[in-house]
């Protein structure tokens, strides 16, 4: 099993339309879960980080987390074309800092 | 908006050769990290340091890879002898607590 899984992708929606990004992993002792946007031949970008069980809204982006089932996922609404990249998710095992372990990414498409 | 800052982008070298990748991390962070993503593959994590000395290391991160902070803004990774299965983008990132990382723009290592 996977430490980090992800939507095995890609997914594509039209603009304007919400996209979710979904994403699981094994250890329960996480602590800390990140997004990352990464477009073709450049370097991860962060996007948000959360801690805590429920949502964390940072404008079109909301990010929720349930530690009970292991899940977090990242809701992207008013998808634009600028949204298209992959998306990676990464988990802690602390929040103070640390090693990430990342999924395999989703690329994500918006199509005009 | 502060930056972490790598050079070479890209450096070729010949199979056993010794590389070193160079990294300037944002000034005020205390967390630094290598993570190298093979073409096509998932972000892997091969070292974190702290307080000049390595606080954690993968099974990637052998004898045959070192890290130095050998000034105050500085980061290096050396690779002593090349194989061709070193060929990857190999990522510098630092962060401040746990807040997520700052990712450089990498540099791509290619081994002939």
């Known amino acids: 099993q996977k430490e980090v899984e992800q939507n095995s992708g890609p997914l594509s929606v039209p603009e304007g339309a919400i996209a979710s990004l979904n994403c699981t992993y094994s250890?329960?002792?996480?602590?800390?879960f990140f997004w990352y946007r990464q477009y073709s031949g450049k370097s991860p970008e962060l996007i948000m980080f959360?801690?805590?069980?429920g949502d964390k809204e940072d404008g079109r982006f909301t990010a929720q987390l349930n530690k009970a089932s292991q899940y977090v996922s990242l809701l992207i609404r008013d998808s634009q074309p600028s949204d298209s990249a992959t998306y990676l998710c990464?988990?802690?095992?602390?929040?103070?800092?640390?090693?990430?372990?990342f999924g395999d990414g989703t690329t994500l498409t918006v199509k005009p | 908006e502060p930056e972490v800052t790598q050079t070479p982008s890209h450096q070729v070298t010949q199979m056993g050769q010794e590389v070193i990748l160079r990294c300037v991390p944002i000034?005020?962070?205390?967390?630094f990290y290598w993570y190298r993503q093979i073409l096509g593959q998932k972000v892997e994590f091969l070292v974190s340091?702290?307080?000049?000395?390595?606080?954690?290391k993968s099974e990637i991160f052998d004898d045959q890879f070192s890290v130095e902070r050998p000034d105050g803004s500085n980061f290096t990774l050396k690779i002593r002898s090349t194989k061709l299965e070193d060929s990857a983008m190999y990522f510098c990132?630092?962060?401040?607590?746990?807040?997520?990382?700052?990712f450089g723009s990498g540099t791509r290592l290619t081994v002939v």
């Open positions: 990132a630092s962060s401040d607590q746990g807040y997520g990382y700052t």
């Open positions: 250890d329960r002792g996480s602590q800390s």
């Open positions: 959360i801690y805590s069980n």
């Open positions: 990464a988990v802690n095992m602390n929040t103070n800092a640390g090693k990430s372990t």
């Open positions: 000034s005020n962070h205390l967390y």
């Open positions: 340091f702290y307080n000049n000395e390595i606080s954690e």
